[in-house]
């Protein structure tokens, strides 16, 4: 089964991440877009970010109507830092899948830190790793050895970021368009960002 993960903080999921993931999924002809929510953030470690629950339970509610869109608790039940590395070698492992059937999904504001990452020369190893490319985005910053083993994906650009989404939030902006109805609904039910 061909299978694309997607893992972030998603706080909250916005219709960013829900465009990106079904242009790669036609794109690519993948079988199943795999959202996998961080447990703990290596890169916002000590950063205030919303419960696993909230964003578990949030991002389920995004994905809920696309049927080619899966939610995987696997970050969750190995708690501690979520390391990309050891979320591909578990979902591997769990789901007897092969490297060439599997492909790790990253934006290109990621990838400017990717050689940092936990066992980033593993990782492209391991799985097939497509970039979603971001404004501002240039190649140069990246080293050659991580660029020869990538792929780019063309994507529509969406100017949508949680970070954004949060700040509207406190400052009683509107963030209809920028996610769904129903994480609007829950975002509001729970009184999240506030």
Aim: glycine share 4%.
């Amino acid at each position: 089964m061909k299978t694309c993960l997607f893992g972030g903080t998603f706080d909250p999921p916005h219709l960013g991440h829900l465009i990106i993931a079904q242009t790669i999924f036609e794109a690519q002809n993948f079988d199943q877009i795999v959202f996998i929510p961080a447990y703990q953030p290596p890169h916002k470690n000590g950063h205030d970010i919303s419960s696993i629950d909230h964003r578990f339970k949030m991002l389920k509610i995004a994905i809920k109507e696309n049927p080619n869109f899966v939610l995987s608790d696997i970050e969750i039940k190995r708690r501690g830092l979520s390391y990309s590395i050891d979320t591909i070698r578990d979902y591997k492992n769990q789901n007897n899948i092969k490297t060439d059937d599997l492909f790790y999904l990253i934006g290109s504001d990621a990838l400017k830190e990717f050689h940092k990452w936990k066992n980033p020369q593993s990782i492209i190893d391991e799985a097939k790793v497509i970039v979603a490319i971001r404004p501002g985005f240039r190649p140069s910053d990246i080293p050659n050895w991580i660029l020869e083993k990538i792929q780019f994906a063309n994507i529509p650009r969406v100017e949508i970021s949680s970070t954004t989404i949060r700040k509207r939030w406190t400052e009683d902006k509107t963030i209809r368009y920028m996610v769904t109805e129903s994480v609007w609904q829950y975002i509001n039910k729970e009184n999240l960002y506030l």
